[in-house]
T-cell receptor, first 116, second 120 residues
Framework: GAGVSQSPSNKVTEKGKDVELRCDPI?????LYWYRQSLGQGLEFLIY????????KSGLPSDRFSAERTGGSVSTLTIQRTQQEDSAVYLC??????????????FGDGTRLSIL | DQQVKQNSPSLSVQEGRISILNCDYT??????FLWYKKYPAEGPTFLIS?????DKNEDGRFTVFLNKSAKHLSLHIVPSQPGDSAVYFC???????????????????FGKGTKLSVKP
């Protein structure tokens, strides 16, 4: 079946502009996660959704970052007034709820965001 | 401070030999550990996982070992193949804490990765 789909795959924008990144999780996956990977770094957790609610927003680096999820499916990550340090690969993952055993997260191919 | 550390940024191994990738962690709340493999321009792909109640989990050519007292885990690939060349990420999760907090199984904390090169 289809995996996690992210769009756009690449985004180049000028400093100060707003950007929206989209994630389509695997069908039936109720948990959705956003991470980002900066150059030479590991993946950094941003936010987690269970259904449409976000129990854990602890990783969002500033109030310029926000995310929402509608219909328990598609999620958008919005970065307002982008800064050069926002340049990174933004990865989305989804998983089933943990019932009877741990459910690994499955990742999309990411959106490579470059701020000029 | 890094809670999950992969101290070797790169590893080169001959085809057919064993590859051993290492990972250390500091948070004693971690109770689930995973390895992901990543090719350039692709997202990480789940490889294998282990619960803290076990010390070994095997899946084909891949085996993960966990030493809780040392807060250390390793991934063994044997025999190594050129197609195994990729960046390998170690990840950890505090699942029980996340569930108690009211969420699902919680987010993953990743190491910085080890780039494995398997030479033909």
């Amino acid at each position: 079946g289809a995996g996690v789909s992210q769009s756009p795959s690449n985004k180049v924008t000028e400093k100060g502009k707003d950007v929206e990144l989209r994630c389509d999780p695997i069908s039936g996956h109720t948990a959705l996660y956003w991470y980002r990977q900066s150059l030479g770094q590991g993946l950094e957790f941003l936010i987690y959704f269970q259904g449409n609610s976000a129990p854990d927003k602890s990783g969002l680096p500033s109030d310029r970052f926000s995310a929402e999820r509608t219909g328990g499916s598609v999620s958008t990550l919005t970065i307002q007034r982008t800064q050069q340090e926002d340049s990174a690969v933004y990865l989305c993952a989804s998983s089933l709820l943990m019932t009877g055993g741990y459910q690994p997260q499955h990742f999309g191919d990411g959106t490579r965001l470059s701020i000029l | 401070d890094q809670q999950v550390k992969q101290n070797s940024p790169s590893l080169s191994v001959q085809e057919g030999r064993i590859s051993i990738l290492n990972c250390d962690y500091t948070n004693s709340m971690f109770d689930y550990f995973l390895w992901y493999k990543k090719y350039p321009a692709e997202g990480p792909t789940f490889l294998i996982s282990i619960s803290s109640i076990k010390d070994k989990n095997e899946d084909g050519r891949f085996t993960v070992f966990l030493n809780k007292s040392a807060k250390h885990l390793s991934l063994h690939i044997v025999p190594s193949q050129p197609g195994d060349s990729a960046v390998y990420f170690c990840a950890a999760s505090a699942v029980r804490a996340a569930i108690n907090y009211g969420g699902s199984q919680g987010n993953l904390i990743f190491g910085k990765g080890t780039k494995l090169s398997v030479k033909p």
